[in-house]
């Protein structure tokens, strides 16, 4: 009875939906499917920019474009690998510090006996909210090399370097603090892709550290909001129980609390993975890549190459390589998600839910 | 009752007050270093603000000078002249007012419409069409730069305002989070709306959007903060300067035609500028923002 009455008033609910659904889906498709359609077809051409990439008259080059990145000696393999070495050392650090970070202050902040916690917890998202062009604004000032952060240091005794003109890396650094100054003759040549070995283990510029200083900064305070959720869905009762057990504040965290929050540590891992693989306004802002290149990411690599170069065939081709990685990421986590989930009490907001059904 | 108080305190060996007394010895000790950590944390997070403040009101010789201290001396506006009769920035603005909410009431209406018709219509294909959306919501914005070049070059759209809005007029988080709203409002309610009559729009309109409201205000602002904020779309949506919309103007502020190292209160008030319709939204609707933690609170 009552499911024929619901057909009969859902008789015209086919058209309807169809109707709901229509801006969203041609906006979608429009601006997001078709590009990415489009963008293929140009990365197997050497279009540059003038008339419509969609006629006869531009080459059609194949796999070319792909091909310079990987195995042909040259400038846009060099670039290319320089912008993968740089983005991997600032994944190597962004991740692990904004997840250490952001659990540290998510722990701070939910302990009970402090007062105040809702102003801190306030004071450490703002950062999150405020746009990434005008902070990068602000830390140009503030790594200036008569800066905030070199008057701090100063203050220390310390004499801070110049920052933004300061191409060296910081493994390149630590080597030449114990006297290490010139390649060993093992690391001089001979790495893979065009880049020597000494050239893959530079470490991250210390240009590139102000940029991950940045981002650090803005990124805690979104993922404590994640670790200070999952931080109040374990039950009081088990915290108590284990310290009436004799478990001291350490092991309570390591047995206790660790393994409550195991799925929102993966997810807030594996979403700073994603996001730090596309990093760009901040590099856009600060450093455009350089200096000697070692702020590139393969993300302002693509921008560069397509709007600066007019090389839209080899640009899109980075983007796609980029867009593998990131796809590639993105499934590694649903399956760990996936894996993960119900084992665990999924009490998320229904907001903040990435992984839905099917997922 | 005093004899009873005191009757289990006098044979109690010496050690158990001096215990009690090393607890909350150490429980002050963690609460101070608790306060500390704290402090410190929120002076890291809050204190380039201040900077940025106090520099945006320095003479240019003083923030070059005094870059760390928030005091300016003297108390200068010449950045903030500067920002509006040297620069774009009330065109800036403008643009970035006039993108914000078109994006935003475009984003609020047609995610809604999107996530009602997911959630609650029976239509074919819906099934694919959610598992599109949620396929979506994996795109990484930043791989679409050169594409969305390319569409908005083919439609005739790049160097215009329909550039800069009508691809951001929807978004499948949006969708994903409406969605969700939906299916957690009883079904009744529409259906009893339903059976009177009312047709689906009306229904979806004068019943169910209503109740949505903490939803909308959540979208609302989401959508506002993401496009005041955005910046690569812009980047390649436009090109014509007077297209600008904030970020895109602040951007090409420092590293276009000001070149690097110069003009520091200029800039830092230009970037303060920009931050403030932002910082005001999320004072006021904190709640919003950091709404998890809230609720967990309340149920933990």
Not at chain 1, 126 to 130: C, D, E, L, N, Q
């Given at each position: 009875m009552g499911k024929r009455v619901a057909r009969g008033v859902r008789s015209n609910e086919n058209l309807a939906g169809w109707l709901f659904v229509a801006p969203v889906v041609v906006i979608l498709g429009l601006f997001l499917l078709l590009p990415i359609l489009m963008a293929l077809w140009v990365s197997l051409t050497d279009w540059?920019?003038?008339?419509?990439?969609?006629?006869?008259?531009v080459p059609f080059v194949g796999a070319d474009n792909y091909t310079r990145l990987f195995?042909?000696?040259?400038l846009a393999r060099r670039d290319f690998m320089t912008s993968l070495r740089n983005n991997a050392y600032y994944v190597a650090i962004v991740v692990p510090t904004q997840t250490a970070l952001a659990l540290g202050l998510a722990l701070v902040v939910n302990n009970?006996?402090?007062?105040?916690r809702g102003f801190f917890r306030t004071a450490f998202y703002?950062?999150?909210?405020?746009s990434s062009v005008a902070i990068s604004v602000v830390f140009l000032f503030l790594f200036a090399n008569a800066g905030a952060v070199n008057a701090l240091l100063g203050l220390l005794g310390i004499r801070g370097p110049q920052w933004f003109a300061d191409s060296r890396g910081v493994l390149h650094l630590l080597l030449g603090a114990v006297g290490v100054d010139a390649p060993p003759a093992a690391l001089a040549a001979g790495g893979?892709?065009?880049?020597s070995w000494w050239d893959w283990l530079s470490g991250p510029s210390v240009a590139m550290i102000s940029i991950i200083t940045l981002v650090v900064w803005t990124t805690s305070g979104t993922f404590m909001l994640m670790f200070l959720a999952a931080l109040q869905n374990v039950p009081v009762a088990l915290d108590e129980a284990s310290t009436l057990d004799g478990a001291g504040r350490w092991q309570r965290f390591r047995h206790v609390t660790l393994p409550m929050i195991k799925p929102t540590t993966f997810l807030v891992l594996t979403l700073g993975l994603i996001g730090s693989w596309q990093v760009f306004d901040q590099v856009y802002v600060m450093?455009?890549?350089e200096p000697a290149k070692t702020t590139l990411t393969p993300a302002y690599l693509s921008y560069r190459t397509a709007f600066?170069?007019?090389d839209y065939g080899s640009g899109a081709a980075i983007s796609f390589v980029l867009f593998l990685i990131i796809i590639a990421l993105t499934l590694l986590q649903r399956r760990l998600m996936a894996d993960r989930?119900?084992?665990?009490?999924?009490?998320?907001?229904w907001w903040r839910r990435r992984v839905p059904e099917g997922g | 009752m005093a004899v009873l108080t005191d009757r289990p305190a006098a044979?109690?060996?010496?050690?158990r007050p001096r215990r009690a007394r090393d607890r909350a010895a150490r429980t002050l000790a963690s609460r101070l270093v608790g306060y500390a950590i704290l402090v410190f944390f929120a002076l890291v997070f809050l204190y380039p603000f201040v900077i940025q403040i106090g520099n945006s009101l320095k003479t240019e010789p003083d923030a070059a000078a005094?870059?760390?201290?928030?005091?300016?001396?003297?108390?200068?506006?010449a950045g903030f002249e500067r920002i509006f009769a040297g620069t774009a920035f009330p065109l800036w603005l403008g643009n970035s007012l006039l993108v914000t909410v078109l994006v935003t009431l475009g984003r609020v209406f047609f995610d809604s419409l999107a996530g009602y018709a997911l959630a609650r219509l029976r239509f074919r294909g819906r099934a694919g069409l959610f598992a599109a959306v949620v396929a979506v919501?994996?795109?990484?914005?930043?791989?679409l730069l050169i594409p969305k070049f390319l569409v908005l070059n083919q439609l005739g759209m790049y160097d215009s305002y329909a550039g800069l809005v009508v691809p951001l007029l929807a978004d499948a988080a949006g969708v994903f989070i409406m969605k969700q709203f939906f299916e957690s409002i009883p079904v009744s309610v529409e259906e009893a709306a339903r059976i009177d009559g009312a047709s689906v729009f009306r229904t979806f309109w004068s019943v169910v959007l209503p109740m949505a409201k903490p939803a909308l205000i959540t979208l609302t602002i989401l959508s506002f903060q993401g496009s005041w904020n955005e910046f690569p779309h812009s980047l390649v949506a436009?090109?014509?300067?007077?297209?600008?919309?904030l970020p895109r103007g602040l951007a090409d502020l420092v590293s276009g035609?000001?070149?690097?190292?110069?003009?520091y209160p200029l800039k830092l008030g230009a970037a303060l500028l920009a931050t403030i319709p932002v910082a005001v939204l999320f004072v006021i609707f904190q709640r919003y923002f950091v709404r998890d933690a809230n609720d967990g609170a309340d149920k933990g």
């Open positions: 540059n920019g003038q008339g419509s990439p969609f006629t006869g008259r195995a042909e000696e040259g009970r006996m402090l007062r105040g703002f950062p999150s909210v405020t893979p892709f065009g880049l450093s455009q890549g600066r170069d007019f989930e119900p084992a665990a009490p999924r009490r998320g907001r | 044979p109690a060996p010496p050690a005094n870059p760390l201290s928030p005091i300016p001396d003297p108390l200068s506006l919501l994996a795109v990484p914005g930043v791989v436009v090109q014509d300067p007077d297209l600008f919309t035609s000001l070149g690097k190292g110069t003009q």
